[in-house]
T-cell receptor, first 115, second 116 residues
């Protein structure tokens, strides 16, 4: 398996623009997680899905952030409008439910810079 | 509420010496504990986990961790450090395994630096 795939790997945009980050989870995994990592705040869970349904979006910082999972193999995280404080590395991770599991597999991340 | 603490921001070790990266946790009920490693410009990689059973868990790259229920700790260890072990290490805890999500709570991370 190719692992979790994220695109783009790097994104530079101007303040006010819309940004869309993409994620393809590992085939067969039924959980998908979006995280944000910054030096100041560490690793933050933004939202996660189970079987394409959002379960907990309490980590989404503002209404400017939205996430969707239209099918089992694709998810997006959108920021509209973007602000400089959104600059961070955004990770997608997936996992499979059931006992004996629990570990999450992370993608390589998208480094977002908002100028 | 669940929480994880990694009391050291940075750990410095000489190559060949044993290393320990500390982690303590707080969770109601039985904890499920994980260690992850992050190399520069990479995503987190799973190292090992404790679910139940033997308190000493062995993982990837020669790492092991010891679950201590009375001290609510799950320290990561390696008998002989390598320069290539230099990375950021995260401890994480979950209260369930994919029941109601199995959400992981991550610590702030510990930067391990191994010098030749």
């Amino acid at each position: 398996d190719a692992g979790v795939i994220q695109s783009p790997r790097h994104e530079v945009t101007e303040m006010g623009q819309e940004v869309t980050l993409r994620c393809k989870p590992i085939s067969g995994h039924d959980y998908l997680f979006w995280y944000r990592q910054t030096m100041m705040r560490g690793l933050e869970l933004l939202i996660y899905f189970n079987n394409n349904v959002p379960i907990d979006d309490s980590g989404m910082p503002e209404d400017r952030f939205s996430a969707k999972m239209p099918n089992a193999s694709f998810s997006t995280l959108k920021i509209q409008p973007s602000e400089p404080r959104d600059s961070a590395v955004y990770f997608c991770a997936s996992s499979i439910s059931g006992t004996g599991s629990g570990e999450q597999y992370f993608g390589p991340g998208t480094r977002l810079t908002v100028t | 509420a669940q929480s994880v603490a990694q009391p050291e921001d940075q750990v410095n070790v000489a190559e060949g010496n044993p290393l320990t990266v500390k982690c303590t946790y707080s969770v109601s009920g039985n904890p499920y504990l994980f260690w992850y490693v992050q190399y520069p410009n990479r995503g987190l990689q799973f190292l090992l986990k404790y679910i139940t059973g033997d308190n000493l868990v062995k993982g990837s790259y020669g790492f092991e961790a010891e679950f201590n229920k009375s001290q609510t700790s799950f320290h990561l260890k390696k008998p002989s450090a390598l320069v290539s072990d230099s990375a950021l290490y995260f401890c994480a805890v979950s209260r369930s395994l994919m029941v109601r999500g199995g959400k992981l709570i991550f610590g702030q991370g510990t930067e391990l630096s191994v010098k030749p």
